[in-house]
């Protein structure tokens, strides 16, 4: 064993051997995965091997197309085969929401490069005759599903790795970590210590034991998972022999069922709701390849239903039950890249599906490690999306409502209820009160929209429009003619002292600082010119500016922010979580309002537009910001939280006179699509330059050097490929939910979007006739892929909703620069739930295009 390597991986599993294969790939080959005991000792050998694409996450799911491809090479370095099976697979729909499901997951398949296709039960039946078709009412087919041998598959990782020149240890358990004062670490082992520059937790099962040793408790749980294997049968053989073809695989949502094809028989696996955790609070280090005892009763519901939607499968006997535990972080993705607040310590983790995400974790990691950047939008399983919330009992919680709801649909307008409320501001009880419909904002109990007086306050979940939309629209029209008052607690809030302090932000980011008392808006772009930020900053003193952020990114740019911090202390950076909170106020009325409640003058010259004044609000000391997300005249006011009462109530009593009404963040997102504003993690993400994101007018090339200048230069000069725009569309009861395709009339391939890799596994009818371009389930849109006759798409939607104020339904995307300022009808449409609905961009805000009414 080596005594000093520049990384060591800790996990023989399959992601520690994906990792430490693309470390070696991308050139680190003095590198060395150590592992307690054999490859393959934790969740990997006993996995149902099975691999698919599609993820909630459209950018998880490029991630998974991409594991699936790569098993070919490493087949070929290694000469290790993964006994892979590329059989495809359909994903049943029970009932017409399900159906909606599929649809939105079949048309963003479109410009990720998925040749998914809508089709009918008896389609999938005849690619899987066990099934009753009766139980449903249609189903989308993947190509891109099979099964391969998960040790074969490690195996051939690890064999590939060895070929690239890294080092494996077995047999060796790493019993602590210690970091150098140079940030190196010193790893230390059952047969002796290694010096590492870099030390990355592949640990799984052990992964959070693994962050103990360093001092992080990291959101993740194992659940015991069980599937059954049942004896050989006719009807299987039968199948294969007349096709030439092994079955497909198939996912029942209903039954929370996943089967396929193993052997001469049927493996069939469960995600059943009286689902249980693992090892809760420590996992035994002494656990190793054994199995846990099978619980059929636990899965007996699930089962039920799978025998009564696959008779097939009822006759046949069960040869084994394998019961085995395996991780998940609260969403189901997993936990990678830097731990923020630590120096040189990466996390690959919580892979809840090792076989089709193990690959892209490996690249996206290495990437990060050699490059500094993981080279994809990988927000949707970045370790920094959870804060300190998301402690044991809050995981334990979320972890099973998440494994429980595996195979649920997830409605755009659902709050899940698990580990809730965990977080709440002073005024929880007081909003409740108001019956208000509270959501989950980063672990912050926030108002979403508040129920009229003697309605339950309930969200009754859809894709459609729903219960919130005439309260919503009420609250946002009161706002626009009057005066609104909403919670802001939930944006994130810094500060950021010192004498190097304006140098640092004039560093960071792409806008210049402002003057002490005002404003600046700022994108914040990395070294490769893509946007990683967007904030609103003020300089409250000489050496003191306060920032404003996305909530749910703190830690993700604290990570960044402590990245660049001069190492002489000239700069302080204090993230203020929820010991600041706020309030904002927003319509025409407001002036007049805060006036009646501040002992200032702030009147138009007094207190413009962008200004910031700390002043006492209500008789409590407040940082006051002339500025709202409405778009309207308006103020965002900070506190303490011990004044929040307080200044909501004299907000409350002076606002009667004005016919102040409550809002929420659904009407403040509603009032921000009418002024075309974007939000951060939708519109602005790290795969836009500055540019492509419409951020021209924050950015100052010539004002000093920053991060990622040349690269913006250098996407300015030659002009972005594509532009962010904002669309009204004629939707009919349903608006855009994020991530449709946009659709456009034109001749020429602007090749924004990717081509169907075309795995294409063919189909067969009942009569074992090769199927093609088969009719979709009733309703659907039956195209397939990118071009439709002379419509292709374009681009995407980033996010969207209906516009209450100026009555439209309102989108916001990606689509190729020359199209972007072009307002013709005719030439879009946004594929909504199925249906291509018409779409015209709209370059101006529908409201106060000028802007003239937040500057009044
Ligand atoms: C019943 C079942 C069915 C499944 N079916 C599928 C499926 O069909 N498709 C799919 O994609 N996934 C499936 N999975 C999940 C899959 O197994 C996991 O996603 C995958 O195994 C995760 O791999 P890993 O490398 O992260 O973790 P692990 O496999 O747990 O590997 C971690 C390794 O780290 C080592 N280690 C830990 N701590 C230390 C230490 N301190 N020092 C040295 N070594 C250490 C362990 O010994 C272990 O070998 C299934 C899991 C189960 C249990």
């Known amino acids: 064993m080596k005594s000093h ?117 008896s389609e999938a039946k005849a690619m899987f005759p066990l099934m009753d078709e009766k139980n449903f009412v249609g189903a989308m087919w993947d190509p891109v599903e099979g099964h391969l041998d998960p040790s074969g598959t490690t195996i051939a990782y690890s064999k590939a790795a060895k070929k690239l020149g890294a080092e494996i240890v077995l047999r060796n358990r790493v019993v602590d970590l210690t970091q150098q004062p140079d940030g190196t670490w010193n790893v230390v082992t059952e047969q002796g210590t290694v010096h590492a520059e870099h030390v990355v937790n592949c640990g799984g099962l052990w992964a959070r034991e693994i962050g103990r040793m360093v001092g992080v408790e990291l959101p993740v749980l194992a659940m015991e998972h069980m599937y059954l294997l049942t004896e050989p049968m006719p009807e299987v053989e039968e199948f294969n022999k007349s096709t030439g073809r092994e079955m497909i695989g198939v996912l029942d949502f209903k039954g929370e069922i996943y089967t396929r094809q193993e052997r001469n028989g049927i493996l069939l696996g469960t995600y059943e709701k009286a689902c249980k955790p693992w090892s809760p609070v420590n996992t035994p280090w002494d656990f190793g390849h054994e199995l846990l005892p099978p619980d059929l009763d636990r899965i007996a ?37 830097p731990v923020q607040g630590l120096t040189n310590f990466w996390c690959a983790c919580a892979v809840m599906a090792g076989f089709s995400q193990g690959g892209g974790v490996g690249l996206a990691l290495s990437n990060w490690m050699v490059h500094g950047d993981p080279g994809f939008d990988v927000w949707g399983m970045d370790v920094a999306r959870f804060g300190e919330w998301a402690g044991l009992r809050y995981t334990n919680a979320k972890v099973r409502e998440n494994y429980s709801r595996r195979f649920s649909i997830r409605f755009p307008n659902e709050e899940l209820p698990a580990a809730r409320p965990a977080q709440t501001t002073p005024l929880y009880d007081t909003m409740l009160a108001n019956n208000a419909v509270m959501g989950d904002s ?34 946002v029209r009161a706002t626009r003619e009057r005066v609104g008052v909403t919670e802001i ?61 996305s909530s749910a990114a703190q830690k993700y740019h604290m990570r960044w922010f402590e990245k660049h911090l001069p190492k002489d202390g000239s700069v302080r950076i204090h993230r203020f979580d929820q010991t600041l909170v706020g309030l904002s106020i927003a319509g025409p009325k407001s002036r007049d309002l805060l006036q009646k409640l501040v002992d200032v003058d702030i009147s138009t010259k007094a207190f413009r537009f962008m200004d910031f004044r700390e002043m006492a609000v209500g008789g409590a000391p407040c940082m006051v910001n002339r500025i709202t997300y409405t ?71 010539e004002k000093n050097d920053f991060i990622g200048r040349e690269a913006a230069a250098k996407e300015q000069a030659e002009g972005p490929k594509l532009r962010r ?57 039956a195209v397939r892929g990118i071009v439709d006759g002379d419509w292709r798409v374009v681009g995407w939607v980033t996010s969207g909703g209906y516009a209450h104020y100026v009555q439209k339904s309102m989108a916001q995307g990606y689509v190729p620069a020359a199209l972007a300022e072009d307002e013709s009808a005719g030439l879009f449409e946004i594929e909504i739930l199925g249906h291509r609905r018409p779409a015209r961009i709209n370059v101006e805000a529908p409201f106060d295009p000028s802007g003239e009414k937040m500057r009044t």
Request: with cysteine; glycine share 12%.
């Open 5 to 121: 390597v520049k990384a060591v991986v800790i996990g023989g599993g399959v992601v520690g051997c994906s990792v430490l294969y693309h470390l070696a790939k991308a050139g680190w080959t003095d590198i060395m995965l150590i592992e307690r005991s054999e490859l393959t000792s934790g969740s990997s050998w006993h996995a149902a091997g099975g691999f698919h694409t599609l993820n909630g996450d459209p950018n998880v799911a490029k991630l998974q197309a991409y594991t699936v491809q790569l098993y070919k090479e490493i087949e070929e370095i290694s000469g290790q085969s993964c006994s892979l099976h590329l059989t495809g697979g359909v994903m049943m729909a029970d009932t017409p929401e399900r159906m909606d499901f599929l649809r939105l997951a079949h048309a963003k398949g479109r410009y990720l490069g998925m040749d998914t296709e809508l089709i009918t039960p």
């Open 301 to 337: 519901p699930s089962l039920e239903i799978g025998f009564k939607h696959f008779p097939g499968i009822e006759k046949a006997g069960i040869k084994q039950i394998i019961n085995g535990p395996f991780t998940f972080a609260l969403d189901g993705n997993p936990l990678v890249g």
């Open 442 to 475: 980063w672990g912050l109990e926030t108002p979403l929209w508040f129920a009229p007086k003697g309605k339950e306050p309930r969200d009754i979940v859809s894709f459609h429009r729903s219960n919130d939309f005439g309260p919503i629209g009420e609250e």
């Open 489 to 549: 607690a939930n944006f994130a809030k810094y500060e950021v002292s010192g004498p190097g302090a304006e140098e640092f932000l004039n560093r960071l980011m792409t806008n210049r600082m402002p003057k002490t008392g005002r404003i600046v808006l700022t994108p914040m772009i990395n070294e490769f010119g893509k946007l990683i930020g967007d904030f609103t900053i003020a300089k409250a003193g000489e050496d003191r500016f306060m920032i404003w952020g």
């Open 631 to 701: 778009g309207d005249l308006g103020y965002e006011i900070w506190m303490a939280p011990a004044y929040q009462r307080l200044v909501y109530k004299a907000i409350k009593d002076a606002g009667e006179e004005f016919g102040l009404v409550d809002f929420g963040m659904r009407a403040l997102l509603s009032m921000r699509l009418e002024k075309n504003f974007p939000t951060w993690f939708r519109e602005l993400r790290p795969i836009y330059g500055p540019f492509e994101g419409s951020m021209d007018r924050f950015i100052k090339l």
């Open 725 to 781: 725009v904002s669309f009204i569309v004629d939707a009919a009861d349903a608006d855009v939910m994020g991530d449709e395709p946009i659709w456009a009339k034109v001749s020429k391939d602007f090749g924004t979007v990717e081509k169907p890799h075309g795995y294409g596994a063919p189909r067969f009818d009942d009569k074992g006739e090769e199927v093609r371009g088969s009719k979709a389930a009733e309703g659907a849109s």
